[in-house]
């Protein structure tokens, strides 16, 4: 069953689930990348869906764009800014 597999899954990956323990560096979660998906999510549920593969190209690249940008401590208006004036590279300084 489901629950066994997970059971298995826990005891044969002890070492690496309980990782953050032993290792402050490590995150006790992985929201930051689950947020990032989540809002391709919303996005896609609000508007029903992408008008084109292209556009949702963009969306994604834009998004990409700013989750750097804040992961970084970049504020994200500061960040698309100074990508507009030609200064993309401020979120990898």
Do not use: W
Request: glycine content about 6%.
């Amino acid at each position: 069953t489901k629950v066994l597999n997970l059971i298995d899954r826990l005891v044969n990956y002890k070492a690496s689930v309980c990782l953050f323990i032993k290792n402050l560096c490590v995150p006790f979660d992985n929201n930051l990348a689950e947020r990032d998906l989540r809002m391709i999510k919303v996005k896609t549920k609000v508007s029903g869906c992408f008008r084109s593969e292209e556009g949702a190209q963009e969306y994604l690249t834009i998004m990409s764009y700013i989750g750097t940008a804040h992961k970084h401590g970049i504020n994200a208006f500061t960040a698309i800014r100074e990508a507009l004036l030609g200064n993309s590279d401020i979120i990898f300084n």
